[in-house]
């Protein structure tokens, strides 16, 4: 349902995302996309050596990240997003294809910045865009060079002042007279995508920007990389510094590589599947330790706030016409994916009324799904009707003034993420935490 591919891997070794087994993984079925020198970039499905689907946990692990945003986000839409239903008139449903089950009638936020779910929903709508540009550039004979633009920034900067820096200079960049001439020769388009990591520098946003071009390939990689200066000059005007890795360039061999490790869209549409030393993506890995850390919900906290209604993805105009990619909103994105996850012909497994979907998804919303695509009808109601789980997989919201034990979790199995006494949950309860050093460049790597 919310992935139906998962991110490229390679074809065998330990598992991504774990499927509790701990065994080796293949991948199987058909292939995605080839990548922009004929490399595969995925396989459709991924099952490990006892035959373990990984979605599950997949989806497991998203229903509970985006509990824990709705916690610490408050009256934001991520609170809502397949929680609440769409209409206090309809009905929620769960429906089933051949192998898959969803939701429907639930609202749907479409944040690819704040809500788990729809961040995934909207990164394979995106890497389909991205796969269809380019094959399409491969058959006109385009170039494609991946540019990656940062610069040197102060661990106690905020986001939000780091993110405007980095739109002002990127602004002053295409603006300038050589970017403008080379928009007039071979440069056919880019696409842009901001990204942001957080580590003991504080906030680190950069913009990868991938360039087609047309033209012979060494003349325009040195034409591209004579764009060093102007991206430095602008950086000036907005009294910022960059050097060495503050402007990388790579060409259509690394390009292409890179391409086929994210899958074309992987790190170009959000940095969703980009794995930290930590393990996972880096804001999911902040939104993690939301449950036991009030300085990592002040983190998340700042971080969504300072991405909202922010693009992540922008393609220069007139290039999706080109390449014949539709334009698609994020919030239809997500519906679109979530449509397209199930199969073609569906079948209700479970309609529920509005109350009844209230005390429903206590059980766990994976857990229904995974219900209904084991067992169906039956399944689903033995779960409704059976004991609830010691340890709900998809954690519920604690009531408004509810204390917790100090421990980070209730005391009661339920798997809930505690809030701070009194802390309440329109806002962190503190500041960002200040970094040990303060003041310290960041060391652009």
Same mark, same amino acid.
């Given at each position: ?99 898959r089950a969803r939701y429907t009638g639930l609202q749907t936020c479409g944040s690819v910045w704040m809500c788990p779910v729809c961040a995934g929903r909207v990164a394979e709508t995106r890497r389909r865009e991205m796969n269809k540009a380019l094959a399409a550039a491969r058959a006109e004979g385009l170039a494609v060079f991946l540019m990656t633009l940062t610069f040197r920034h102060s661990a106690d900067e905020g ?17 300038h007279r050589s970017f403008a001439t080379l928009r007039k020769t071979g440069m056919v388009g880019t696409v842009v995508a901001t990204e942001m990591t957080h580590g003991h520098h504080g906030w680190h946003p950069h913009a990868h920007i991938l360039v087609f071009w047309k033209g012979d390939k060494e003349e325009g990689h040195e034409a591209l990389e004579a764009l060093r200066e102007p991206w430095l000059a602008s ?95 994020? !919030? /239809?994105?997500? *519906? &679109?994916?979530?449509?397209?996850? =199930?199969? %073609?012909? #569906? ?7 509005? !109350? /009844?979907?209230? *005390? &429903?998804?206590?059980?766990?919303? =994976?857990? %229904?799904? #995974? ?75």
């Amino acid at each position: 349902m919310l992935h139906s591919a998962l991110p490229p891997t390679p074809t065998s070794g330990v598992h991504p995302v774990g499927c509790g087994c701990g065994c080796a993984f293949s991948a199987s079925e058909s292939p995605l996309v080839e990548g922009l020198n004929g490399e595969v970039l995925g396989a459709a499905r991924y099952t490990c050596e006892i035959g373990k689907p990984l979605f599950e946990d997949t989806r497991r692990e998203a229903f509970q990240r985006q509990r824990l945003a709705a916690d610490v986000m408050g009256r934001e839409r991520v609170g809502k997003c397949l929680w609440a239903v769409a209409d206090l008139s309809s009905a929620v449903a769960i429906t089933k294809g051949e192998k898959r089950a969803r939701y429907t009638g639930l609202q749907t936020c479409g944040s690819v910045w704040m809500c788990p779910v729809c961040a995934g929903r909207v990164a394979e709508t995106r890497r389909r865009e991205m796969n269809k540009a380019l094959a399409a550039a491969r058959a006109e004979g385009l170039a494609v060079f991946l540019m990656t633009l940062t610069f040197r920034h102060s661990a106690d900067e905020g986001l939000a002042d780091t993110l405007t820096a980095l739109k002002a200079s990127m602004k002053a960049f295409r603006n300038h007279r050589s970017f403008a001439t080379l928009r007039k020769t071979g440069m056919v388009g880019t696409v842009v995508a901001t990204e942001m990591t957080h580590g003991h520098h504080g906030w680190h946003p950069h913009a990868h920007i991938l360039v087609f071009w047309k033209g012979d390939k060494e003349e325009g990689h040195e034409a591209l990389e004579a764009l060093r200066e102007p991206w430095l000059a602008s950086l000036a005007g907005q009294d910022r510094e960059g050097e060495g890795a503050a402007f990388d360039l790579r060409d259509g061999s690394a390009a292409g590589k890179y391409v086929a490790k994210w899958g074309a869209a992987e790190e170009l549409t959000l940095g969703g599947k980009k794995t930290g030393k930590a393990g996972g993506p880096p804001p999911w890995q902040i939104l993690d330790k939301t449950r036991h850390s009030a300085s990592a919900r002040a983190l998340f906290f700042e971080y969504a706030m300072a991405t909202k209604g922010r693009r992540a993805l922008v393609w220069s105009p007139g290039l999706k016409a080109r390449f014949e990619v539709d334009e698609v909103s994020d !919030e /239809e994105a997500a *519906e &679109a994916s979530d449509q397209e996850a =199930a199969d %073609l012909v #569906e079948s209700v497994i479970i309609t529920l009324r509005r !109350e /009844e979907w209230i *005390e &429903a998804r206590k059980r766990g919303r =994976a857990r %229904l799904l #995974e219900a209904a695509e084991a067992g169906g009808t039956a399944a689903v109601i033995g779960v409704l009707t059976g004991p609830q789980a010691s340890s709900d997989p998809d954690p519920q919201r604690p009531p408004r003034g509810w204390q917790g034990s100090g421990s980070g979790h209730r005391n009661d199995g339920s798997g809930e993420a505690a809030r701070p006494n009194g802390t309440p949950r329109s806002a962190p309860r503190e500041g960002p935490p200040q970094a040990a050093n303060k003041g310290q460049s960041c060391p652009i790597p």
